[in-house]
Every structure is written in structure tokens, then in C-alpha cells.
């Protein structure tokens, strides 16, 4: 489903933050990309969904094939139409719009019956939403931010959602509870996940296999069961001995 071939990316043309990175996606499998702070991994998620450019980043070298296409160079657009969606780091909402209003942006697309239809769906996901949708999102506590998030990626019914750092800043119970809805919807709709996390602990729950970067490199690859039998993996990630 996803492929990304040696990947290299660039910031302001000299800084290399990711250097040679190698990974695949299967059809409706679910993959954690764990990795420390400054690793390269919202640079991934930002190549991925052809939005490099907007951060003075490029790729320098490497390929991205999305459902057989390359897509390396399509931009944002073509990438959300091959039907990859990427939820970035630090829960991009419109802060003085309504939840229902992010909603209805994300989905501006669709036909109005298929909108309402989708819409809905998202408040089946998270019936917090529906009970703050007409909530400005600026006024949502952290975890209701990361729910609208997830709800807008959702609106437009990727096969593939990449989600970075959704656990950032949010307490354990409520990272408990968010995973367990993202691991649900993944089963349920069978679309492919994409999993960015410091938080290894949670990320490894749902995860089918693993991939660990640091300094733009993959320096671990792996089934979960691997991962978790992996010495290094475990003491450096999972604080474990
Ligand atoms: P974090 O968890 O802190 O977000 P990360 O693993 O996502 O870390 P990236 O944000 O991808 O790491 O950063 C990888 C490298 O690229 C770091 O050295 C970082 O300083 C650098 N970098 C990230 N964004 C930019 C940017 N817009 N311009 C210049 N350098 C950047």
C-alpha cells in the first residue's frame, strides 16, 4: 500500500534529518514508527503527505509509492486524493470554528448527504465530539483536540492515516482510551495505520511491527513480538531492563 524507498530529506537544503529511510505499509496492517525527540519523524510524516515544502524541507533522494504510484514529488493534494491521510503533530485545528464547523472544513469536498453521513461516523468514533459539537475548538481540553483531529482525517475515509504523536501532552488514561478507539477504528474499517510515537508503550499495542528511527536512519525493523524480545528496543524505549 505504502512503500518509501531510501528516503532523504532536506531542511533549508543542509540539514539532513532524514538519511536513507526504508519502510513499507501494508494493506490494512498497522505500523509503529517509534524514535526519540529530533529522530526525523514529523519529517516523515511531513514527506509522506507532500508537505515538505511548507516547512523549507524537501526530498532530496528516495521514493514514495502509495497504492503503486509513485508519489515522491505529487504534492499535498495528490497524495489525500491517492487517499493518504497524515494527522500532524501539535493537533492543527480552527481554533474559533465549531467542532462541527473543523468538520465540515476538513470534509468541504464531499457531497452534502455523504458529509452528513461521515460526519456522523465521527461522533459513532467519538461521542465526546458530538456532545461538544457546537464547542469553538479553541475552548477543547487537549484530548477532545486530538479526537477533532482524528475526526477530520476521518471525514474524508483514508486508506491509509498516518498520525503523529497523538499521545503528546495527554494523560495515560486518556492515551489508554484514545488508542483503544484508533486500534478499533483500524480493525473495523480495515485501513492502514501509520503510527508516529515517542510514547513506544502504547504505540506497541497496536502495532503490528515496528520501526525505530534515530537520526533520520531506521535502526530497528520488526514484528512487535521482536521489538519486545529486543534488549536495546526495550531498555532505550520502554525503560525496561
Ligand atoms: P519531535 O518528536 O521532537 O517532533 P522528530 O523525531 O519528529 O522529533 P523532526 O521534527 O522530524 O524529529 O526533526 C528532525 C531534525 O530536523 C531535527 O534535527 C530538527 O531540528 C530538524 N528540523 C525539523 N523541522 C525543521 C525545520 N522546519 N527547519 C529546519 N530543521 C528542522
Do not use: C
Not at 65 to 72: C, F, I, S, Y
Not at 127 to 143: I, K, N, T
Amino acid at each position: 500500500m505504502l512503500k518509501v524507498e531510501n528516503l532523504k530529506a532536506l531542511y533549508r537544503g543542509v540539514i539532513l534529518a532524514l538519511d536513507g529511510v526504508s519502510l513499507e505499509l501494508a494493506r490494512g496492517e498497522a505500523v509503529a514508527v517509534l524514535g526519540p525527540n529530533g529522530a526525523g519523524k514529523s519529517t516523515l510524516v511531513r514527506a509522506l503527505a507532500g508537505l515538505l515544502p511548507s516547512y523549507e524541507g524537501r526530498v532530496s533522494d528516495g521514493r514514495i509509492e502509495l497504492g503503486g504510484r509513485d508519489v515522491t514529488a505529487a504534492g499535498a493534494l495528490a497524495v489525500h486524493r491517492q487517499g493518504l491521510t497524515a494527522v500532524l503533530e501539535g493537533r492543527p485545528i480552527f481554533r474559533y470554528l465549531t467542532v462541527r464547523e473543523n468538520l465540515r472544513a476538513a470534509g468541504h469536498r464531499l457531497p452534502a448527504g455523504e458529509l452528513a453521513a461521515r460526519m456522523d461516523e465521527v461522533f459513532h468514533w467519538f461521542p465526546r465530539l458530538a456532545e461538544r459539537s457546537h464547542e469553538q475548538g479553541g475552548y477543547l481540553s487537549g484530548g477532545e483536540q486530538q479526537m477533532l483531529v482524528l475526526g477530520m482525517a476521518l471525514i474524508t475515509d483514508p486508506k491509509v492515516l498516518v498520525v503523529d504523536e497523538p499521545s503528546l501532552g495527554l494523560a495515560p488514561l486518556l492515551v489508554e482510551e484514545l488508542f483503544e478507539v484508533l486500534a478499533r477504528m483500524h480493525r473495523e474499517k480495515g485501513m492502514a495505520l501509520l503510527l508516529v510515537e515517542q510514547n513506544a508503550r502504547a504505540a506497541m499495542k497496536l502495532a503490528h511491527r515496528v520501526y525505530v528511527l534515530e537520526h533520520g536512519r531506521v535502526v530497528f525493523e520488526g514484528e512487535r513480538e521482536a521489538a519486545e524480545r529486543d534488549a536495546d528496543v526495550m531498555e532505550f524505549y520502554l525503560g525496561a531492563g
